[in-house]
């Protein structure tokens, strides 16, 4: 065994990836993040949190997400950096997943790690704009070290459930930062199709690199063009002033081998999602902040008060063709929790006239896989009376399929991003007090969501930490989930598999 890693969806066999990651993460990468994650762990135990310390943590765990960071070189100087940090110490932590021998502790200690993982992601998106929480930081400290010391089930059962209090609290930050930097999203139409200008294709989920790039490019004769989950930086007013922010290109992350070779124009990857990069387009990719990939060009952190340098990626598309279209079409976002609840009034009216029957919560993450046609199937399939409510990647599989409206009302309200999953339980939330329902899961409302990485992960134990229950997780369950700890989620808390997309959404319309 090479390595070890089962913290993704898609990982081999639904077991473990034990020689290569199935993500096209090399077994020594990930070795590396192994040891990066017990450095961390030996800071949590030798350290008080700071706000120093507490973003240099946050930053490590982004940087081991799934398809974050590819490049061997920066995370062994992370390494050392984190060494540096913990100071002298003869505390002893163990080594990788598999340190821990029972079945049962090893799944809740990787359910906590995975979830913190995705909460540290929207911390350092926060960060980025300002926005920091000690309170934050401290439960960050006090989960790691608990995955290496002795404690029992029912301990960490409780610490999985705080983080998903805590991941509710970091993605209420990151909103509060989004919105106070850029505004409270609107309704928008996005265009998918191509000018006749060479551009730049900006993927991930960082606005703050958005905001920069937007600002170095005016007036350069090029546009910018956003990518998978950068899709609904377009209904941030902020960004309205930017004539040269043409459209989004392309859709979900794992289609990176194709369309980033049809855009011809460099690409500047964020934050996860990168794939292994191809030769068609390896000479025009760029990384910053978390990402990393070996030898494609890193665009460094911004300086104390200063800004990202992005006119490389500038210059070079100025030397480029415009890209080739794939498709011409306009896709509506911008259904944030704010927008929506003013449409509140107009939802409840159609849902007690019968217009509506059943809201479907299909958010979450894509894939490659090809059981996830399982989504768009479902989504096709629902009955015409149902809204579908989202975020993430995962509205890729049906965006940009005809269902129509309901009184005037999209069929699809997308609220944005993976993180913008908080806005669709504060809108479900909000209809349950529009309803007079002491429960929201009294509500006309089912859960179908797709998973793929450890923000996922974080997602649902918010939701979990919410109150939400009955949830359906696809395509697989968790390959770090024991049967024992898989038992508890079920009988607890509802969380189901998915079955074929008839039998779902007849079980959803009846509410189970």
């Known amino acids: 065994m090479k390595m070890f890693c089962f913290q993704c969806q898609e990982t081999m066999k639904n077991t473990g990836c034990t020689e290569g990651g199935v993500c096209g993460k090399r077994a020594d990468v990930a070795n590396r993040m192994d040891e990066l994650v017990r450095e961390l762990k030996r800071i949590a135990l030798t350290r008080k949190p700071d706000r120093e310390l507490g973003l240099f943590c946050v930053q490590s765990l982004f940087m081991t997400i799934t398809n974050a960071n590819f490049d061997e070189t920066r995370i062994a100087a992370q ?16 080594l990788g997943v598999l340190s821990c021998e029972n079945e049962d502790l090893r799944s809740l200690r990787e359910l906590l790690t995975y979830g913190l993982k995705g909460i540290a992601a929207y911390a350092d998106h926060a960060a980025m704009l300002g926005r920091e929480d000690d309170a934050i930081y401290a439960f960050v400290f006090k989960a790691l070290a608990a995955t290496a010391e002795d404690h ?12 998903g209090s805590v991941a509710v609290r970091t993605m209420a930050l990151l909103d509060e930062a989004n919105t106070s930097a850029y505004g409270k999203p609107r309704i928008t139409k996005v265009r998918t199709g ?34 998978s989950e950068m899709l609904p930086a377009h209904a941030y007013p902020a960004f309205r002033k930017y004539p040269h922010l043409y459209g989004n290109y392309g859709g979900a992350w794992y289609r990176q081998n194709l369309e980033f070779a049809s855009f011809r124009g460099p690409i500047l990857m964020t934050t996860n999602c990168i794939t292994p990069v191809q030769s068609a387009y390896k000479d025009r990719i ?25 006119s490389a990626i500038i210059a070079l598309a100025q030397r480029c063709p415009p890209p080739v279209e794939l498709d011409n079409m306009e896709i509506v976002n911008g259904f944030a929790h704010d927008q929506v609840l003013e449409l509140a ?50 509205k890729y599989r049906y965006n940009k399929l005809a269902l129509g409206q309901i009184d005037s009302i999209p ?51 918010a939701l979990l930490s919410l109150g939400f229950r009955k949830i359906r997780l696809g395509p697989t369950l968790p390959a770090f ?4 700890v898989a038992s508890i989620l079920v009988r607890n808390f509802g969380i189901s598999g998915i079955d074929t997309p008839e ?7 009846r509410g189970e």
């Open 79 to 94: 390494i050392e950096r984190a060494k540096k940090l913990a100071g002298e110490t003869s505390v002893a932590v163990p």
């Open 152 to 163: 029992s089930a029912e301990e960490l059962t409780a610490l999985v459930l705080e983080a």
């Open 194 to 227: 191509v000018g006749k200008r060479p551009g730049i294709l900006i993927s991930g989920h960082d606005l703050c690199d958005l905001e920069e790039l937007l600002e170095q490019s005016k007036e350069k004769s090029i546009d910018i063009y956003t990518h």
């Open 286 to 310: 760029f990384t910053t902040g978390m990402a990393g990939y070996p030898n494609v060009p890193h665009i460094p952190d911004r300086p104390q008060g200063g800004h990202k340098d992005f």
């Open 345 to 394: 009034d107009k939802i409840v009216a159609a849902v007690k006239k019968g217009a509506i029957k059943r809201f479907i919560v299909m958010a979450g993450c894509d894939g490659r896989q090809a059981s996830r046609e399982y989504f768009t199937r479902t989504a096709s399939e629902l009955p015409p009376d149902t809204i579908i409510l989202t975020a993430g990647c995962a």
């Open 411 to 461: 069929r699809v309200l997308d609220a944005g991003q993976c993180n913008d999953s908080y806005s669709l339980a504060l809108i479900a939330l909000k209809l349950k007090e529009a309803f007079g329902l002491d429960d929201v899961n009294a509500l006309p409302l089912s859960f179908d969501l797709a998973w793929y990485e450890q923000k996922a992960v974080a997602v649902l134990l």
């Open 481 to 484: 989930l024991s049967p024992a």
């Open 503 to 509: 039998h779902d959404v007849a079980a959803m319309m």
